[in-house]
């Protein structure tokens, strides 16, 4: 939250000074690089109100709580990034064909040097929060907030052009400028709808596995999953143990093995293990026909 909020504090005032910029110096690139600062404080705002509505405790309905709003939000802020490359695509296409009149291009170049300062580090603090926290929202997030940085050194380059005569810069700059957003979408989208799809990361899986070995009192894990639910992970584990087991002894070691687990990943993530009876040479319940009530 200490995040999203500096992250608006930060990108609101960079958008307030280079529209001050813009109204005196009527640049058009400097105009789409303070409405691409606008989205992303739009993109810094619904990710902040994803926050909020996760915090509320789970209910009836929602028994795992309401930690995919957060994957949801990621999900918008990746379409704003989309959006905005589409945009400043089509602008620097169109301006191609366009002669525009800039005046006061040294403003222009002071307005570009703001937005990418404003910019970067705003990324920056997002990016390590939301990477430290776990969070594919703000990492996007601050992904987009970098790719407005990107824009901003575009207006600082097309400005010096435009101070060399050289009007067609400014076209190509903002050409390229778009073409880097799109790829950061597809970064960051990819993330996105890989955790939309309880996508397991294979990294986890193989952290989990080794941290089962300094766990003693079973024979081995027949299933292991995981699937990410905004900042949290679900794990489910199905856990062979000997069958003479009791059901004491059964629950001793699945808690030492869950408490294990619960120290890797963030807080409030859930841990289900299911201990199945194991004898050498014998399958496991799971592998046998299922019984089914009449």
């Known amino acids: ?22 109204l005196l110096s009527g640049s058009i690139a400097l105009l789409g690089d303070t409405l691409h600062n606008g989205v992303d404080v739009a993109g810094t705002a619904v990710v902040w109100v994803a926050f909020v509505l996760s915090r509320r405790s789970p209910s009836d309905r929602f028994g ?13 802020v990746v379409l704003l990034i989309a959006g905005s490359a589409a945009l400043v695509i089509f602008e620097s296409i169109r301006a191609f064909g366009d002669s525009v009149e800039f005046s006061r291009p040294g403003l222009v170049l002071i307005a570009g040097g703001v937005g990418f300062l404003g910019n970067e580090a705003v990324a920056q ?27 901003s050194l575009g207006v600082i380059a097309a400005a010096i052009g435009l101070m060399l005569g050289w009007q067609w810069l400014d076209a190509m700059v903002g050409l390229g400028i778009g073409v880097m957003i799109a790829w950061a979408a597809v970064q960051s989208g990819r993330d996105v709808f890989l955790r939309l799809l309880d996508y397991g990361d294979p990294e986890l899986l193989h952290q989990l596995g080794h941290a089962a070995e300094s ?8 299933d292991l999953r995981v699937r990410h639910l905004g900042r949290t ?62």
């Open 1 to 22: 939250m200490r995040a999203l909020k500096l992250g608006v504090a930060g990108l609101g005032l960079t958008t307030v000074v280079q529209t001050v910029l813009l």
């Open 64 to 76: 795992y709580g309401y930690h995919r709003f957060e994957d949801l939000a990621g999900l918008v």
């Open 125 to 151: 603090y997002k990016l390590r929060t939301g990477r430290k926290i776990g969070s594919a929202a703000l990492v996007a997030d601050g992904q987009h907030s970098r790719a407005d940085g990107l824009t």
């Open 215 to 222: 766990v003693e009192g079973f024979d081995h894990i027949s």
């Open 233 to 294: 992970v679900h794990v489910v584990a199905h856990v062979c143990m000997p069958a003479e087991y009791s059901l004491s002894q059964a629950h001793d070691v699945a808690e030492d093995l869950r408490h294990a687990w619960l120290r890797m990943v963030p807080a409030d993530s859930l841990v289900d293990i299911h201990a199945d009876p194991f004898e050498p040479g014998i399958p496991t319940p799971h592998l046998a026909t299922p019984v089914r009530p009449h």
